[in-house]
């Protein structure tokens, strides 16, 4: 497939934007050769992203139209008096113009705006347009509250930027609350789902898609999963969201396949290659290039799973349910110890949750715990396989860590989630569960950012989950024309601590609220 240094070929010039309602703007490089672009100095309209932000430290990401060097200044205010200036990597082929810079010994709880410039290698002085932005450190003290906003799926079953609903509006919406931080918890390309100019919905009406070349068809290749991530910078609201909101990112199974697993071959007459292996490998190498990820970066093993800490208050432990997995099966094994996570991702979580001293541990779960996802016709997906009585096949893997977490007496747990499709919230306690050996806590389910919506799952009873609150379609691949898209959003009290979950709605409305208590085993 050729295509020049701007990542796009001819044939993979934007269709189906053409006779949109234009409020949508897309990359200049994505739709025209503008005058810098002739000009010969790097051009960064992908915008740039901020990631893994700690009180003194954070990634800033950038994507460049050609070769060129990378270099960043932060400052307290706009008119950047008295910047540090930070020097980058030079971008270029190898990592498709993707660069990532560390900042590192920020003020604490402060405002920092950065931009970005790119020069060229050779010459300096032929530099492009900087990208600018802004962030939010984490705080250092207590008493300075937390919010944060989490969700996933993104441009899944077929429905993509629609210019003729302005494209990824959830994300503008989301800006507008001002979150110190989007955590994503995956599906954030759908390497697995083309995207198709035209689709006829139910109702006679047409939805529209924006489309590229790379995402026509299933992702296989290097250049296709990078074709992928790029799909969605193409949208407006997404650029000015990474601008001003840093993000915390983890991935699932649609950055690759629907319900991958390592050692699959797959059984999709749409793909040459079937090794799931080898098109893990391709993805996770673009998912690193296109999201600024610590424990991505060459010099640190390479591996999704991480904690980030977030002041006082709060830390993140971003999980990897899909890299170190078992086989999807029924899930009826007495003896597993490879579960969902990996004996070694087990060990450290169990390890982290241990040392941390933050009020509240919020575990980024990429898929639900008591929801039976199923995996065709016997087998699952996730954790719960259905039976209700004492934990089987991964659910001994979760009783495991559930047990640590109630016998180390840590505090102050949540799980979050998105995968299935839908909103909903689900609390686990021992009087109504098979497995008792562990403390009542909550877990809450908030997505689809921009996909089909999917009916209500079933609960398994292993670990006694009730569900005050659920909000799902009754019918399959709902669109986001027809049903609504959801986030959920948390604030962190600074003075009393207490966190308060809301599940809402894209338009703004509170669907369902939780304020949980600090310092406690179980809620």
Not at 147 to 164: T, V, Y
Request: charge should be neutral.
């Amino acid at each position: 497939m050729a295509q020049g240094n701007d990542g796009f070929g001819r044939r993979s010039l934007l269709r189906g934007a053409a006779a949109g309602s234009g409020a949508l703007a897309l990359p200049a490089l994505a739709c025209a050769a503008p005058a810098q672009a002739r000009s010969g100095r790097p051009g960064a309209d992908w915008g740039a992203q901020v990631g893994d932000v700690t009180t003194s430290s954070g990634l800033v990401w950038v994507r460049s139209d050609r070769r060129a060097r990378m270099t960043v200044q932060t400052a307290a205010t706009e008119s950047f008096r008295n910047a540090r200036t930070w020097h980058g990597p030079v971008l270029g082929a190898g990592s498709d113009f993707t660069g990532v810079t560390s900042l590192h010994g920020l003020p604490p709880g402060e405002q920092v705006h950065y931009r970005v410039l790119l020069a060229d290698p050779d010459d300096p002085r032929r530099s492009g347009e900087p990208v600018t932005g802004a962030f939010r450190t984490a705080p250092q003290r207590r008493g300075e509250k937390v919010r944060f906003h989490w969700s996933g799926d993104l441009a899944g079953q077929g429905w993509g930027i629609n210019p003729d609903l302005g494209g990824y509006r959830i994300y503008d919406e989301m800006r507008r609350r001002d979150p110190d931080f989007f955590l994503c918890s995956g599906d954030n390309i759908y390497a697995d789902s083309p995207i198709t100019e035209r689709v006829t919905l139910p109702d006679g009406r047409i939805w529209r898609n924006v489309t590229t070349e790379e995402k026509a068809k299933v992702a296989e290749t290097l250049a296709e999963f990078r074709g992928a991530f790029r799909y969605n910078l193409l949208d407006d609201n997404l650029r000015r969201f990474n601008a001003q909101v840093p993000t915390i990112t983890q991935w699932d199974d649609h950055e690759v396949h629907n319900n991958w697993y390592p050692g699959q071959l797959l059984d999709d007459d749409r793909y040459t290659v079937k090794d799931a292996d080898v098109l893990s490998a391709r993805s996770l190498r673009a998912f690193g290039e296109y999201f600024p990820i610590r424990t991505l970066r060459p010099d640190r093993g390479g591996r999704v799973y991480r904690v980030v800490h977030h002041g006082p208050l709060l830390d993140v432990f971003v999980l990897d349910m899909r890299r170190y997995r078992n086989a999807n099966s029924p899930g009826r094994q007495t003896d597993d110890p490879q579960g969902i996570l990996g004996a070694e991702q087990l060990r450290w979580l169990k390890r982290e949750l241990s040392r941390s001293r933050a009020v509240w541990k919020v575990i980024a779960s990429d898929m639900p715990l008591g929801l039976v996802v199923p995996d065709g016709k016997t087998n699952f997906e996730a954790v719960a396989q259905g039976d209700p009585g004492a934990p089987l096949g991964r659910e001994l893997q979760l009783a495991e860590l559930l047990r640590h977490i109630k016998h180390a007496r840590v505090t102050g747990t949540v799980w979050l989630t998105t995968d299935v499709h839908y909103t909903s919230a689900q609390h686990y306690a021992p009087e109504r569960a098979a497995f008792k050996d562990f403390a009542p806590f909550w877990e809450f389910v908030s997505g689809p950012l921009n996909a089909g919506g999917f009916q209500a799952l079933k609960l398994d009873g292993t670990f006694g989950p009730d569900q005050p609150f659920i909000k799902a379609p009754d019918r399959a691949n709902t669109s986001p024309a027809e049903t609504p898209q959801y986030f959920g959003e948390i604030d962190i009290d600074g003075g009393s601590g207490e966190l308060t979950v809301r599940l809402r709605q894209e338009g703004g409305q509170v669907l369902f609220s939780k304020v949980l208590e600090p310092g406690r085993v179980g809620q």
